[in-house]
């Protein structure tokens, strides 16, 4: 795929931009912005970061994603994997779609469709803490690449290497080729972890079985049985 790059000093929020103009932008094109002054996380909550962080969206607008919207963040989280390994750095995806290093969120993705009556374009957002030296004191639970493990890297490198790895997960994908998700499955976060989760309203815990095919995550609740979530949260129990 090629990849049209928009680099941008200060937007908003870069999905909002490719949103907003998906109609006159190419399948493919990259929305790169050093500030964001309303950068969006999932669910109305927000992303905070500065010149240290990498922050960008790409634009998916051709038919032949219908259907994956899904499983794109998970597949979106094994291409950050396999580009934080290149460097040596092995962090792990925390289910549905953060990146976590040494028990730290260092990245999180927010996909978000643009819809009139039927899905026109799917637009995946990608923040990453990569060169901060410090994170907000309110992000108890956030760090950086640069605080964890002391590299200072080149984000138009990072950026080029990972979206190598997108177009090679992506193709693979639209030929039903699922080998992202061993990748997932073999650096998953919560797995045999105790979680709390939201299920129809109600907030329960329970061990967290691992990611599945589908990019569902199977819980074993209190009372012994297996159940799947396949969108929301579930957070470590403190
Ligand atoms: C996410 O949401 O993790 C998705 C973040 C996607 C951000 C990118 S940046 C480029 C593109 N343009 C946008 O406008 N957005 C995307 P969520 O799982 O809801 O996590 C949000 C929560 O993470 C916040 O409520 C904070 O608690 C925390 N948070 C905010 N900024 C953070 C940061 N820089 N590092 C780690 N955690 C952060």
């Not at 999905?15 to 399948?27: A, G, M, P």
């Amino acid at each position: 795929m090629t990849h049209e790059i928009l680099s941008f000093l200060s937007l908003p929020s870069t999905n909002d931009y490719l949103k907003e103009r998906y109609d006159e932008l190419l399948d493919g094109s990259v929305c790169l912005a050093l500030h964001q002054t309303k950068g969006k996380g999932r669910l109305g909550r927000s992303w905070e970061g500065n010149e240290g962080s990498l922050l960008f969206s790409i634009l998916l607008k051709d038919d032949k994603y219908q259907g994956f919207a899904g499983i794109l963040p998970i597949m979106t989280g094994a291409a950050l994997l396999k580009t934080f390994e290149s460097y040596g750095t092995h962090p792990s995806i925390k289910w549905p779609n953060d990146i976590y290093l040494h028990d730290k969120k260092i990245a999180g993705i927010l996909l978000e469709g643009v819809f009139e009556q039927t899905q026109q374009a799917i637009v995946i957002g990608i923040g990453i803490n990569l060169n901060q030296e410090v994170m907000p004191t309110d992000l108890p639970n956030a760090s950086s690449l640069k605080i964890e493990s002391k590299k200072t890297l080149d984000k138009d490198i990072f950026l080029t290497r990972f979206l190598r790895n997108f177009d090679f997960y992506l193709k693979g994908l639209l030929l039903e080729d699922y080998r992202f998700m061993k990748h997932v499955q073999n650096n998953d976060f919560l797995k045999g972890k105790t979680v709390c989760f939201d299920y129809y309203g109600e907030n329960l815990s329970g061990k967290a079985l691992g990611i599945k095919e589908d990019g569902s995550i199977a819980i074993e609740k209190i009372d012994g049985t297996i159940i799947s979530i396949t969108s929301g949260e579930a957070s470590l129990k403190k």
